[in-house]
């Protein structure tokens, strides 16, 4: 089921915007022009997820160094820090362990989620 | 009871007197030694530590003719290799293992130089079952690192060990580093060795320094813990992949509850150390061996039993005696204490795989009165 969730200029960029969605809670991130959408729930201990912060993946080459994927945004949850990639909402210490992410696309200038498919769905 | 092969990680061989290591030591160091006059010698040992009220030794290892537990061959011979079927002794030498404890780093550089020779020349020599640890003085890292490579061609120098601390860092840190990677190099594993903080610079405790012997060796994992961590977290085995490491006379059964902390943690701290790639605990599979020794004793055997399964530490859990201490283990003893399936692989495979020995070859009989030199 496709729900509008608002026009896109209402969601700031790099900032979680959390949206009630056909009864859903969910998290709605726009990140360079790309949409990602989240529920606003930790698998872990049930954290507010999206209130906590989003960054690019943080990637070291070597010991001492950091830098920042930005091609791969990820939630931190506020509560324990736990780390989940946006686009499929997989544990970054653990492919099998995720947040529960729903596919979001825009349609006409309207950013429309899917809560009745999980994103990790290969059909989406 | 185990009556198969067994290989002994942990020995202390020692020397009976100064005047054997003097020996080894350089003209120039020799007069810095032995040349205060009436203010008798500089001390090669670290000065510190607390006194193990019954001694450090079993009473019976002292060799009847007089002498050091450990100082002896005949003596250690007829008490610990031939009183089993030993097929391999790692030797990890006595109060000199302190030596990264000394203030003066050019002379624990010249102490384990001369530390290591003497190790060849009095002991390799005369048993082809021993084998050696390769003593190193972390203080300077780099001259360390040529301590490393000066045995990279002699197979009986079979690892780099670390016991005092003497940087005030964790030994992941990367100050440290020029060591490991002589040792990946080399195909060494790296040894830590319980007490491995210094008695008080720094203290092998966290929280601060204990005051008796008692709390100091309750507490003796804690440092071994401090440098797992360090390890892990410096990203040690991301830079050194190759790199193994042996935690000695530190115990196991704190294994599990560390590393599902260090796991757990991990999930929320990743932001910090994104070179750390995988969880600690399978960093901590792929490159960590434990010695047996001291098997903590659970109100229940299984108890220890189950801690040890959980993280599947029977495939990498190495006997140690810790002959000739107090606290040595017996082979019978711990063979009644671990599941008859593990024993072959406490006692030798394990072993075998992380020093890159073959069993077959180990299993062979060799006389000693073959000398391997």
Redo the contacts between chains.
């Keep these: 089921m496709s729900i509008d969730v608002g026009p896109v200029a209402d969601f700031e960029e790099r900032r979680f915007r959390i949206v009630n969605a056909g009864g859903h809670e969910l998290g709605v991130l726009r990140w360079q022009d790309r949409f990602f959408a989240v529920h606003n729930r930790c698998p872990?201990q049930k954290g507010p997820l999206c209130l906590g912060i989003v960054s690019g993946?943080?990637?070291?080459?070597?010991?001492?160094?950091?830098?920042v994927d930005d091609d791969v945004p990820v939630i931190?949850c506020p509560w324990?820090?736990?780390?989940f990639d946006l686009e499929r909402g997989r544990?970054?210490?653990?492919e099998g362990y995720a947040a529960k992410v729903v596919p979001v696309r825009v349609e006409r200038g309207r950013v429309l989620v899917d809560v009745g498919r999980s994103a990790r769905d290969p059909a989406v | 009871m185990y009556s198969g092969p067994v290989i002994d990680g942990d020995v202390h061989h020692a020397r009976n007197n100064d005047a054997e290591l003097i020996e080894y030591l350089s003209r120039g160091w020799r007069e810095y030694v032995t040349g205060r006059g009436r203010a008798g010698m500089v001390p090669l040992t670290v000065q510190d530590g607390m006194p193990n009220p019954h001694g450090f030794m079993r009473a019976n290892t002292y060799p009847e003719g007089g002498g050091e537990p450990g100082s002896d061959y005949p003596t250690l011979r007829a008490q610990l290799l031939d009183a089993s079927d030993l097929r391999r002794a790692i030797l990890t030498f006595g109060d000199d293992s302190h030596l990264a404890g000394h203030h003066n780093p050019y002379f624990a550089n010249e102490l384990a130089r001369a530390c290591n020779d003497w190790s060849i020349e009095r002991w390799l020599t005369r048993d082809p079952r021993l084998a050696s640890s390769i003593m190193v003085a972390s203080q300077m890292p780099e001259v360390a690192a040529a301590e490393v490579r000066r045995h990279a061609t002699n197979p009986r120098m079979v690892q780099v060990m670390l016991v005092d601390n003497p940087l005030g860092y964790g030994f992941g840190h990367?100050v440290f580093h020029p060591i490991y990677a002589a040792a990946e190099e080399t195909g060494r594993p790296v040894a830590i060795h319980g007490g491995a903080g210094g008695w008080a610079n720094p203290p092998s405790t966290g929280g601060g320094s204990v005051n008796t012997y008692f709390e100091a060796h309750t507490l003796w994992p804690q440092a071994i813990q401090t440098h797992l961590v360090s390890f892990i977290a410096?990203?040690?085995f991301?830079?050194y992949p190759r790199l193994r490491l042996v935690l000695i006379e530190g115990g196991s059964a704190w294994i599990p509850s560390l590393l599902w902390r260090f796991?757990t943690e991990?999930?929320?701290?990743?932001?910090e150390?994104?070179?750390?790639k995988?969880?600690p605990s399978e960093y901590f599979a792929e490159h960590v061996w434990v010695s047996s020794q001291p098997l903590e004793i659970s109100p229940k055997r299984d108890q220890v039993i189950e801690l040890i399964r959980s993280m599947h530490l029977e495939d990498k859990l190495i006997y140690a005696s810790d002959y000739p201490h107090w606290d040595a283990d017996e082979i019978d003893y711990l063979s009644t204490r671990l599941p008859a399936e593990w024993h072959s692989r406490v006692f030798f495979d394990n072993a075998c795989r992380l020093y890159g020995w073959k069993p077959e070859e180990l299993k062979k009989r060799v006389p000693v009165e073959e000398r391997v030199t």
Excluded at chain 1, 80 to 83: A, L, M, N, S, V
Excluded at chain 2, 266 to 271: E, F, I, M, S, T
């Design positions: 872990h993946r943080l990637v070291g080459r070597a010991p001492g160094s950091m830098e931190a324990h820090g736990w780390e544990a970054l210490w653990e | 990367p410096h990203g040690v991301e830079k796991d991990y999930k929320g701290l990743r932001r150390v994104p070179w750390v995988r969880l």
